[in-house]
């Protein structure tokens, strides 16, 4: 959350907490205006897109595999690593539309694992945009809190009388 005050906020806004735009949404999501339904639909169809189209190459190669005669034992252990990975990815990917990471380094570290498992993470995306803007939640509490600490430091009476 950024604060603008007076007129170095910019754009002549008025001065308070902005919010914090979200990727494919801007910050169309505080007033849901801007084509927000849309964007949703968009965002949510693109997620599901992306994600069989991975599936397909995730499938290529799995055949790669069984062209190869690698055995069973690779075969299973490559489809038990996407899916559990997947699985992850998608619990990690969900729980950060509701909170922001309480340690950034564990966070780094689970990015490969994030990256196995990217189908989990886009279906994670897709359904999240069926509800709303992924990370709305969030950022809305965020921006409604920012806002209450501005309104209440503004609202407060100045404790150092001017001098004149």
Same mark, same amino acid.
């Given at each position: 959350?950024?604060?603008q005050?007076?007129?170095a906020?910019? /754009?002549g806004? &008025?001065p308070?907490? =902005?919010?914090?735009?979200? *990727? ?7 007033e849901h /205006?801007?084509?927000?339904?849309l964007? =949703?639909?968009?965002?949510a169809?693109?997620?599901? #897109?992306?994600?069989v189209?991975?599936?397909? #190459?995730?499938?290529?190669?799995y055949?790669g595999l069984q062209?190869?005669d690698?055995?069973s ?7 038990v690593?996407? &899916?559990l990975?997947?699985a992850m990815?998608f619990r ?7 909170a *922001?990471?309480?340690d950034? /380094?564990?966070? *780094?570290?689970?990015?490969?694992l994030? &990256?196995i498992?990217?189908i989990?993470?886009?279906l994670?995306y ?12 969030l950022h809305r509490?965020?921006y409604?809190?920012a806002?209450?600490r501005y309104?209440? *430091?503004?609202?407060?009476?100045n ?5 004149k």
């Amino acid at each position: 959350m950024s604060e603008q005050t007076g007129k170095a906020a910019g /754009d002549g806004e &008025a001065p308070g907490p =902005r919010p914090e735009p979200i *990727r494919f949404f801007g910050t169309t999501w505080v007033e849901h /205006d801007g084509h927000y339904g849309l964007r =949703r639909a968009g965002v949510a169809i693109g997620a599901l #897109v992306t994600a069989v189209a991975a599936c397909f #190459v995730l499938r290529f190669a799995y055949q790669g595999l069984q062209i190869a005669d690698t055995g069973s034992f690779v075969n299973v252990l490559v489809v038990v690593m996407f &899916a559990l990975c997947s699985a992850m990815a998608f619990r990690k990917t969900w729980e950060g539309f509701g909170a *922001r990471p309480t340690d950034p /380094d564990r966070e *780094r570290s689970l990015q490969g694992l994030k &990256a196995i498992g990217f189908i989990g993470s886009l279906l994670a995306y897709a359904f999240r945009a069926l509800k709303e803007a992924p990370g709305e939640a969030l950022h809305r509490k965020e921006y409604e809190e920012a806002q209450t600490r501005y309104t209440r *430091r503004k609202s407060r009476p100045n404790k150092k009388p001017k001098r004149k």
